[in-house]
């Protein structure tokens, strides 16, 4: 059975940072992506891996400052988040492309993942 959980959210002051974690479980030979969404809007695709994490893409408006990383051994992916502002503020999900790893194209669309974990809760706020 997949599953994958996510952690790692929290409540930080604007400037902060965090590290997401994405516990993969039941599977491991497929990319990964990290999506977010904030209330009202639509869901936004961050980061993909692939599973050799020889392929990494991210969505320009994070470039330098969200970095996309996992540990296969530990079935696990991260994503660090640094000098995060008020607008970053949503439920952060990891999701799984279980045909391929490879990071499906486009990376940021969630029509391309089939596995979802349920979202961990970033709040940036003084």
Avoid at 9 to 38: D, E, M, T
Avoid at 68 to 94: P, V
Avoid at 97 to 105: A, F, L
Wanted: charged content about 20%; some cysteine; glycine content about 10%.
């Amino acid at each position: 059975q997949v599953q994958l959980v996510e952690s790692g959210g929290a409540l930080v002051q604007p400037g902060g940072s965090l590290r997401l974690s994405c516990k993969h479980s039941g599977f491991n030979r497929y990319a990964i992506g990290w999506f977010r969404q904030a209330p009202g809007k639509e869901r936004q695709g961050l980061a993909c891996i692939s599973y050799k994490d020889d392929l990494i893409f991210y969505r320009d408006s994070v470039k330098g400052r969200f970095t996309i990383s996992r540990d296969n051994a530990e079935n696990t992916t991260y994503l660090q988040l640094n000098t995060l502002k008020a607008e970053d503020t949503a439920l952060y999900l990891c999701a799984a492309d279980r045909r391929s790893g490879w990071c499906p194209y486009p990376f940021t669309s969630p029509d391309n993942y089939d596995s979802w974990g349920q979202g961990t809760q970033v709040t940036v706020s003084s």
